[in-house]
């Protein structure tokens, strides 16, 4: 199931922008971050993909969802210029970001060579 994301939220669970220049995530499982607005086609699109991968990489993988249109903040901090953008956090390590609605092959490779450290063939 993936969780809506607020900036508190976001400070207090993934990663402190105000108070930290450099990157420390804080969470204990690598995160998934789809940032993404109601009106989005695309988005609307990979929406009940990523909601099966909640439900598949459950325990392994945190999944969020951000609304850009209501957390304007988070989504620049983060240079969102089109939707959907998806961000991987892994446990360690810098995050990635990918942009569109990539399919669902695509993410599951992302998710386990980004965020599992699993080579795919």
Not at 16 to 29: I, P, T
Not at 73 to 99: C, D, H, T, W
Request: charged share 30%.
């Amino acid at each position: 199931m993936t969780e809506k994301l607020t900036k508190e939220k976001f400070i207090n669970e993934i990663f402190d922008y105000e108070n930290n220049q450099e990157w420390s995530f804080k969470g204990k499982l690598p995160a998934f971050v789809d940032f993404y607005a109601d009106w989005c086609g695309p988005c609307k699109a990979v929406a009940p993909v990523v909601e099966e991968l909640s439900d598949e990489y459950k325990g392994k993988v945190n999944f969020f969802k951000v609304d850009t249109e209501a957390e304007q903040e988070l989504a620049s901090v983060f240079g969102i210029r089109s939707i959907p953008s998806l961000l991987f956090i892994p446990a360690n390590g810098k995050p990635q970001m990918a942009q569109g609605a990539l399919p669902k092959e695509s993410l599951i490779k992302a998710i386990d060579e980004i965020l599992l450290d699993q080579k795919v063939n």
